[in-house]
Nanobody, 123 residues
Framework: QVQLVESGGGLVQPGGSLRLSCAAS????????MGWYRRAPGAPDKRRDL??????????RYAESVKGRFTISRDKNVNAVYLEMNSLKPEDTAVYYC??????????????WGQGTQVTVSL
């Protein structure tokens, strides 16, 4: 199993910046990708929209809505993933979830989720 703990959310004004962090523990050697998803206000509890992901080769993928404003990075030495968010907009307001994909010795692919951190962009 992989455990994920997010930090860094908060309240920021439009145009501001925030940096989210996520630390992984447990079976971290099985992780092959990590990323961030979000759930906007009013969305169903199970809804998770892709923000950005990065695999172990460093290849990143972004949602169109955040390209050029958000940057994902990973530090495999400490099993962490980060999301640098710039030029924030009110529509970026959401609960942000860290996610990790793993494959164990049983070859089963698994997804792991953090508890989420609130990001609010407002005056």
């Amino acid at each position: 199993q992989v455990q994920l703990v997010e930090s860094g959310g908060g309240l920021v004004q439009p145009g501001g910046s925030l940096r989210l962090s996520c630390a992984a523990s447990g079976s971290t050697s099985e992780i092959y990708a990590m990323g961030w998803y979000r759930r906007a206000p009013g969305a169903p509890d199970k809804r998770r929209d892709l923000v950005a992901t990065m695999d172990n080769t460093g290849r990143a993928r972004y949602a169109e809505s955040v390209k050029g404003r958000f940057t994902i990075s990973r530090d495999k030495n400490v099993n962490a993933v980060y999301l640098e968010m710039n030029s924030l907009k009110p529509e970026d307001t959401a609960v942000y979830y860290c996610e990790a994909d793993s494959q164990g010795s049983d070859f089963v692919l698994r997804g792991h989720w953090g508890q989420g951190t609130q990001v609010t962009v407002s005056l």
